[in-house]
T-cell receptor, first 107, second 120 residues
Framework: DIQMTQSPSSLSASVGDRVTITCQAS??????LNWYQQKPGKAPKLLIS???NLKRGVPSRFSGSGSGTDFTFTISSLHPEDIATYYC?????????FGPGTTVAIK | EVQLVESGGGLVQPGGSLRLSCAAS????????MHWVRQVPGKGLVWVSR??????????ADAVKGRFTISRDNAKNTVYLQMNSLRVEDTAVYYC?????FGSGTFDNWGQGTLVTVSS
């Protein structure tokens, strides 16, 4: 199975700050990486597919980059409604696996 | 609007069985692969199983292989997860999710989840 790691596990930032989360795969997954946002008590929501493709309707302050084993998720300017846990997910091979999540809080 | 509504969760004893349902609406259900993903409360997401659009091909995670069976009824726009020989470690919120593209593993729509508690 492909193991996914994320860092940091949690962060606290001010409104307007740039926030960066990294995700690393245990082997090359090309660009087969997605990012999901999960707010407390809610189902996950797809934000970014194929490493960098923003889902329609998702604000442009969210972005993703990377390839191979190392990926980055960025919120260019943190909004209060971005408080959530963010998960990366690889879909290069079964079983599909998720990172452990990064919880974003407001400072 | 795409809607996925899970049901069937509840409290069951270890060794017991439960069948989850996920009713879909707002899209052409028979054209999409579907998945089940679970999440222990307060923990991360774990993929469980997937089924292709006509129900002829399925895959499962090793942790549930031989115990859980995914199926679908395209006439009823519903996907199911039959869970047998349940264990305490199967306790989780179970989400059904639509696959964006032919079983690729991109989950573009999720249900609200149904909680399964396995406890004596």
């Amino acid at each position: 199975d492909i193991q996914m790691t994320q860092s940091p596990s949690s962060l606290s930032a001010s409104v307007g700050d740039r926030v960066t989360i990294t995700c690393q795969a245990s082997q090359d997954i090309y660009n087969y990486l997605n990012w999901y946002q999960q707010k407390p008590g809610k189902a996950p929501k797809l934000l970014i597919s194929d490493t960098s493709n923003l889902k329609r309707g998702v604000p442009s302050r969210f972005s993703g980059s990377g390839s191979g084993t190392d990926f980055t998720f960025t919120i260019s300017s943190l909004h209060p409604e971005d408080i959530a846990t963010y998960y990366c997910e690889q879909y290069d091979s079964l079983p599909f696996t998720f990172g452990p999540g990064t919880t974003v809080a407001i400072k | 609007e795409v809607q996925l509504v899970e049901s069937g969760g509840g409290l069951v004893q270890p060794g017991g069985s439960l069948r989850l349902s996920c009713a879909a609406s707002g899209f052409s259900f028979s054209s999409y692969w579907m998945h089940w993903v679970r999440q222990v409360p307060g923990k991360g997401l774990v993929w469980v199983s997937r089924i292709n659009s006509d129900g002829t091909s399925t895959s499962q995670a090793d942790a549930v292989k031989g115990r859980f069976t995914i199926s679908r009824d395209n006439a009823k726009n519903t996907v199911y997860l039959q869970m047998n020989s349940l264990r305490v470690e199967d306790t989780a919120v179970y989400y059904c999710a639509r696959d964006y593209q032919f079983g690729s593993g991109t989950f573009d729509n999720w249900g609200q989840g149904t909680l399964v508690t396995v406890s004596s």
